[in-house]
């Protein structure tokens, strides 16, 4: 099972969050054409967190506020039981969301994400799961769900928004809300609407799949 985070793990959009408070107030508009297709992911991280002045500490401190849909524990356990690999697969940063989990209490997740290194002379950007097929993403969604099937695993996919679209009609089950089920339902792809993750693990607990065939 694969899970985006930022609007769909948890409610917020971090990532923007984080610019709005500690980047430049130039970076809405690297927002803006991110949106819009016209930079891709490791343009607009590099290019906003260039100009972020404040620590990791700082940064951590805001970070420990974010709050996290409260069925994500369940979801955890659920996959857990039945035997499902879980993973977050996020074109955000490691090092947010791994935070933001550990404030939760939530730990050893799998996270596929772009990487932030911060070190004495500054901060370094890394985009481990970049792939040439999904070139506007730091992360390729599509690339992680193949490589699990590719595996023998079926993929379960949960997403909401514009770095979740290339994986649409790619994945075994795909789970949508916001933006990411407008893009399926302009594209006649099947799709399972959701509001929250108590909504797909009620929805997932009704299906029977066996063990060791979600990835
Ligand atoms: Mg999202």
């Known amino acids: 099972m694969l899970c985006d985070f930022d609007g769909t793990a948890t409610p917020c959009i971090v990532i923007d969050m984080l610019y709005r408070k500690f980047a430049a107030p130039s970076c809405l508009q690297m927002v803006k054409l991110w949106e819009q297709g016209k930079i891709s992911t490791p343009e607009e991280m590099r290019a906003c967190f260039a100009t972020v002045t404040a620590s990791q500490a700082e940064m951590e401190h805001f970070l420990s506020t974010i709050p996290l849909d409260p069925a994500l524990a369940d979801l955890l356990d659920f996959c857990k039981q039945r035997g499902y690999h879980f993973a977050i697969v996020s074109d955000g940063l490691v090092w947010y969301i791994q935070h933001i989990l ?8 799998t ?14 950007l890394s ?17 992680l769900v193949r490589r699990y099937q590719a595996d023998g695993f079926q993929v379960v996919f949960i997403g909401d928004g514009l770095s979740d ?6 994945t075994d089950v795909l789970y949508a809300r916001a933006s990411l089920l407008d893009y399926c339902r302009a594209h006649h792809s ?15 607990r009704k299906r029977d799949w066996s063990a060791h065939s979600i990835g």
């Open 190 to 204: 099947p799709v399972i609407p959701f509001l929250n993750l108590r909504e797909v693990l009620e929805d997932l």
């Open 111 to 124: 996270i596929y994400a772009n990487e932030i290194h911060f070190g004495p002379n500054g901060l370094r």
């Open 127 to 143: 985009f481990p799961w970049y792939s040439p097929e999904t070139p506007l993403r730091g992360t390729s969604k599509l690339a």
């Open 165 to 170: 679209v290339e994986v649409v009609g790619a």
């Open 102 to 109: 550990h404030c939760h209490g939530i730990h050893n997740v």
